[in-house]
């Protein structure tokens, strides 16, 4: 209403002062000081709210407390302690012999101290949003802090540091009370107009408010202007085939405390295709970033086909990290994602783009990509920079069925074909068994077994592991004077070491129940489910014995009918008494 007003009234009034001596001084002098001061918070005020967005001691608490102090204190008692700084008669001030005050530095003093908050505020809210992942992703791509700092964190606190700076050149360009305190002359246009209305009354007030709102409503329409962003048509140069990779196994031993998680693992790889396999919780991806060199610890082991890597920083490792949540750069076109590694070789980066079937979609931004066409892009900028080791975690596990079985297959075949060294961190045992020949299973930071695949899921050290593995049932029995495995009225002829009569759990893998008509044992259908690529049947053996099975055909397991079934004996895993429900607060997690 007041602007509207003023707007009607100096249209139609006839002095409104614009032949006042002095009044375009002003208006140079509030532009120029404004701009300046913009430029020194924004040189000083953005690397200031990018520590104070990641550093959480009280040194930082007090200093965001500081920092934040001029938007409390009325401007005029700003003037005043800024006088106790810099005035003509203080240790600075007569070092400069009165020049901090009563000039043009002066006002830029008194606008920098006053303004600076709304920068520093705003810019320190778009540091704390970004993703700190992507910063984690750039570091195993080569950048050190000040690239990542550059690259990453700028572009993506861009939109918050515009907002804070156009606030900041705003409040600057109206500042008056520490102004008029610190540097009465030159005028700036707020203090041209208390002088004005003072010497000749409020009608020739009216250009100096005019001019100000005029220059900050040019200054908020050039800010707001959003120049087209060029596309630049990537520059693929030939592709070329990358060459055959040594194979690295990795062996570490870590130990890492994050708040009251605890993480102890060691393990030497003797194949270059590991997976790290848990429950949600269990501590994987801490075990990646430690491999990666994202969360060193001191005393943590690391080493690449037997190279100690412990102490070299992630940006030196030579890995390529596959994030948990298809992190990618939201200001990185496809092609730019592919060659921001600094070790990346366009010519090879070209090769992965072709080979991931992303050559078509260059120059396309994340935003404008499907899941699966974002994880390939993932794995480009990991695969380009020709890493040592590929670090995956779950990297297809937020995908569809068959985006993540074409995924899984193109993988496989790059371990094959490129002799990719791989660690892959997942929660299925069938990605862990497609993509790598060692298991380490893991729960709750420590380890439950390591070994070769087969080993492992043939043979798992504890139903915990077994249930991990995808052995869904878990049972108890008793072993017999004769040595057998007795349980749900089923006699499995066992050979264990145990004494007989020793209560036991056991378990055997679905796919080892082989149902036939003629089957040695006998059992109730408990429930049959079609699958699509098999049928899952649940067999009760006796009044509590659950097994699971497969079955090729419905009509062999009537659900509520019999069936009969047999099971090799080496195929049945039995542990002395652990009870049928040992795991389950582990795996419930
Ligand atoms: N910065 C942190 N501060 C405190 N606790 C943390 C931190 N990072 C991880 N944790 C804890 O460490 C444990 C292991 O975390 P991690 O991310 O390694 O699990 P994960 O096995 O990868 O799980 P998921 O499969 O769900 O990703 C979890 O209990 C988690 O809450």
Redesign the pocket.
């Known amino acids: 209403m007041p602007l509207v007003y003023f707007a009607w009234r100096f249209a139609t009034s006839g002095d409104r002062g614009f032949g006042e001596s002095g009044l375009w001084a002003a208006a140079r002098t509030s532009v120029a000081s404004a701009s300046i001061s913009t430029v020194i918070v924004l040189l000083l005020g953005v690397p200031l709210a990018r520590w104070l967005a990641t550093s959480t001691g009280a040194f930082a608490r007090v200093v965001t407390v500081v920092v934040q102090l001029p938007l409390a204190l009325p401007p005029v008692m700003s003037g005043i302690v800024l006088i106790y700084l810099v005035g003509p008669y203080t240790w600075l001030g007569t070092h400069v012999s009165g020049g901090l005050t009563g000039t043009t530095a002066g006002v830029v003093i008194a606008q920098t101290f006053v303004a600076a908050p709304f920068l520093i505020i705003a810019a320190r809210s778009a540091f704390a949003e970004r993703d700190p992942a992507l910063d984690d992703l750039a570091a195993t791509l080569g950048h050190g802090a000040l690239a990542r700092f550059l690259k990453v964190d700028l572009p993506l606190a861009a939109d918050g540091i515009r907002a804070g700076a156009v606030l900041t050149w705003l409040r600057a360009l109206g500042e008056y009370g520490a102004t008029v305190l610190l540097a009465y002359h030159p005028y700036t246009l707020p203090v041209f107009t208390s002088v004005q209305f003072s010497a000749t009354g409020l009608p020739t007030t009216q250009a100096p408010t005019a001019l100000a709102l005029g220059i900050a409503v040019v200054g908020l329409l050039l800010a707001g202007l959003r120049l087209p962003r060029r596309r630049h048509r990537a520059r693929v140069p030939s592709p070329v085939h990358p060459q055959a990779a040594a194979r690295v196994p990795v062996g570490f031993a870590l130990r890492q405390r994050?708040?009251d998680?605890d993480l102890q693992l060691a393990h030497r790889a003797g194949s270059d295709r590991l997976a790290v396999l848990?429950p949600?919780?269990?501590?994987?991806?801490?075990t990646l970033k430690a491999i990666a060199g994202l969360n060193a610890a001191p005393g943590d082991e690391v080493d690449f086909a037997g190279d100690a890597v412990a102490q070299v920083p992630a940006q030196l490792r030579g890995v390529g990290y596959v994030p948990?949540n298809r992190g990618l750069f939201p200001h990185l076109t496809v092609w730019e994602h592919a060659t921001f590694g600094v070790r990346a070789d366009p010519a090879l980066a070209a090769w992965w783009l072709q080979t991931l079937g992303l050559d078509q979609l260059l120059d396309r931004r994340p935003q404008e990509l499907s899941g699966g066409e974002r994880q390939r892009v993932s794995l480009a900028a990991a695969l380009s920079q020709n890493p040592r080791v590929v670090l995956l975690d779950?990297p297809f596990s937020a995908l569809d069925v068959p985006v993540r079985a074409g995924l899984q297959t193109t993988v496989r075949r790059l371990q094959r074909e490129s002799g990719l060294s791989t660690v892959l961190?997942t929660?299925d045992p069938v990605e862990a068994a497609l993509l790598a020949d060692e298991v380490l299973v893991i729960a709750d930071g420590k380890l439950l077994q390591a070994g070769p695949v087969t080993e492992v899921y043939r043979r798992p050290a504890s139903p915990t592991v077994a249930r991990l593995v995808g052995i869904p049932d878990v049972a108890v029995g008793r072993l017999t004077a004769g040595g057998a495995l007795r349980a749900g009225g089923c006699e499995f002829l066992v050979t264990t070491g145990l004494p007989a009569d020793t209560p036991v759990t056991w378990c055997v893998r679905p796919q080892d129940v082989v149902l036939r008509p003629d089957g040695e044992h006998h059992a109730v259908v408990e429930d049959a489910a079609d699958l699509g690529s098999h049928i899952a049947v649940t067999l009760r053996l006796g009044d509590d014995v659950l097994l699971a099975a497969t079955a090729r055909d419905l009509s062999q397991v009537p659900v509520g009918g019999t069936c009969r079934f047999d099971v090799d004996p080496a195929r049945v895993v039995v542990w002395a008494d652990q009870g049928a429900a040992a795991g389950d607060d582990i795996l419930a997690k």
């Open positions: 994050v708040g998680f848990g949600s919780g269990s501590g994987k991806t801490l948990q779950e961190v929660h």
